[in-house]
């Protein structure tokens, strides 16, 4: 898996805006578009591009986000993940190295849901403690 200057680029501008044509993406990299068509597919087949998605705006965001950092019991981490699934508004869990097992990503539509959320978190089986972060604003976002 071989990355040159090319298809770093080529990756660079599919991450800034995945609908664009090849013929743009060709024009912009100043290839011919099968040489483009080319790259992408065996970038894909690498496993370098998983996938192609959309980014929701500001109106179909919802309006609260909060990262729940939550040390477990080992042996109860499998319930909770079990727990979280179930509920809509996890978006994202990730475990850790350090003072917390866990760092979930929560979209609320209000307070009073994100603090429903937050609670049931914490009172799960096996949750020793647990910290709530709440989003106030975004000043760099990366995400696909």
């Given amino acids: 898996m071989q990355l040159d200057d090319t298809d ?11 609908r664009l044509p090849v013929t743009d993406l060709a024009r912009r990299l100043s290839l011919a578009r099968t040489t483009v068509q080319a790259r992408i597919e065996r970038l894909e087949a690498q496993g370098l ?11 179909l965001a919802p309006p609260l986000r909060a990262t729940a950092l939550v040390s477990v019991e080992a042996r109860a981490t499998p319930a909770l993940l079990t727990r979280l699934r179930d509920m809509p508004e996890v978006e994202q869990v990730h475990t850790l190295s350090g003072r917390y097992d866990l760092m979930i990503r929560i979209a609320a539509p209000d307070t009073e849901r994100l603090d429903r959320i937050l609670d049931r978190i914490g009172d799960a089986p096996g949750v020793r403690f647990s910290e709530s972060l709440i989003q106030l604003s975004t ?3 990366r995400a696909p």
């Fill in 139 to 141: 000043k760099i976002d």
């Fill in 8 to 18: 770093r680029a080529l990756l660079a501008l599919l991450t800034e805006n995945a």
């Fill in 49 to 59: 591009i998983a996938g192609y998605t959309i980014r929701r705006g500001r109106a």
